[in-house]
């Protein structure tokens, strides 16, 4: 797709992806390129909307097969409203959370069959994949903790950040499992870093992998 490139970043709860994100954007553009940032589920005004009901906790007791076609139909109207149109153009498209987040929250932790969420995926994405995916890797204590500190005074933990401690732990051992079976597509980074050291590293693994013009 011209010179698009795709970077989905992925982690737990607190472990900075929107703060990377954005640290990413001025680098690209730094360089004349355009970055466009975006997020699941989420992304264009539909999916927004089936995030607010997947958040809030509605969809839950209807489990996770369920939950996963959800974050499908999301990321169905995402991919055809905002990302592929974006790489079309020539952008770089950084996506915080993508199909990773299915595989491991609905497929690794809610027991979805692995070949069954390969097909949901298969017609979800239609072979759009990530060029580079960077999972950031945080002590869920550490995330959860962070998360707590962001939210607003008043403001419940969303349906992911309610989840038990040992969901968590589960959940960063699930995506260390992908990073280590996709070592082409995934690095895995410390993000027990500061901000600005965890946006040099994922520069790096960025110029690593994927290449890109110099400035001018």
């Not at 489990?63 to 959800?70: K, N, R, S």
């Not at 903790?145 to 950040?161: H, P, V």
């Amino acid at each position: 797709m011209a010179a698009g490139r795709f970077i989905t970043l992925e982690g737990g709860e607190g472990a900075g992806k929107s703060t990377l994100a954005r640290a990413l954007k001025e680098r690209i553009e730094a360089l004349g390129l355009h970055a466009t940032l975006t997020r699941e589920p989420g992304g264009s005004p539909k999916a927004e909307a089936i995030r607010e009901v997947i958040l809030s906790g509605q969809v839950k007791r209807h489990g996770p097969f369920v939950e996963a076609l959800m974050f499908s139909a999301a990321r169905i109207d995402h991919i055809d409203r905002l990302i592929r149109p974006a790489l079309t153009r020539g952008d770089w498209v950084i996506c915080d959370r993508f199909i990773d987040s299915t595989r491991v929250y609905q497929g690794a932790l809610g027991q979805i069959a692995p070949g069954l969420l390969a097909e949901l995926e298969a017609v979800t994405v239609d072979g759009l994949l990530p060029h580079l995916t960077l999972i950031l890797d945080l002590d869920p204590t550490v995330g959860l903790a962070r998360a707590a500190r962001r939210r607003t005074a008043g403001e419940g933990a969303d349906r992911f950040e309610g989840e038990a401690l040992a969901f968590h732990r589960k959940l960063r051992q699930a995506y260390l499992a992908i990073a280590e079976a996709e070592p082409a597509r995934c690095v895995v980074l410390d993000a027990a870093q500061p901000p600005a050291a965890l946006a040099e590293a994922a520069w790096r693994a960025i110029r690593e992998r994927l290449p890109t013009p110099q400035p001018a």
